[in-house]
């Protein structure tokens, strides 16, 4: 059974976090996951303004909610000064961050530096299971290359631990 609020400690002044929610996607179907050897899927990425997360299943509405018992990518997250390297790099200024398929850009932390940590986002707590690391889609899905740059650059997973919603930050 997934920890509840009420069953977590309290988190530390560490585990708090100085992230900012920058964008919030959702999809409903898998373009990539488990299409190995199959043309990529359609399915869109849609940017929302809020999110609700429930604790051990994931964002109401994606396509990774209830995926498995303690799946550990319930959420992604993404670095948009990792997501504006990787349009410079590639010259791909107008490059959506819903390509990468993360769930929530983030900016304000290194978000590599969370992995195998609690931390707490707009009172949603989390705990980052290990980096989202890229697969060979990333070179059809942003530019041939894009695998290899975005190694040890692709965001992390989380369970979540704590139900509650996410928000787009103001500007």
Not at 4 to 9: E, V
Not at 123 to 144: H, I, K, L, N, S
């Amino acid at each position: 059974m997934a920890p509840t609020q009420d069953t977590l400690p309290p988190l530390s002044p560490a585990e708090r976090s100085m992230l900012q929610v920058r964008q919030i996607y959702i999809s409903p179907g898998h373009n990539f996951f488990g299409r190995h050897g199959k043309p990529a899927g359609a399915h869109p990425s849609l940017a929302v303004d809020e999110v609700e997360c429930i604790a051990g299943s994931g964002l109401k509405g994606d396509r990774f909610f209830s995926h498995g018992p303690d799946y550990k990518g319930q959420v992604t997250f993404f670095s948009e000064e990792i997501l504006e390297g990787l349009r410079e790099h590639f010259n791909l200024p107008a490059m959506a961050g819903s390509v990468l398929r993360r769930n929530v850009i983030t900016s304000g932390e290194d978000l590599n530096t969370l992995i195998g940590r609690r931390f707490a986002l707009q009172g949603v707590a989390f705990e980052a299971t290990e980096e989202c690391r890229p697969c060979y889609w990333m070179d059809q899905a942003v530019a041939p290359g894009a695998e290899a740059w975005l190694r040890g650059r692709g965001g992390v997973r989380c369970r979540i631990l704590s139900d509650g919603r996410l928000k787009r930050d103001a500007p």
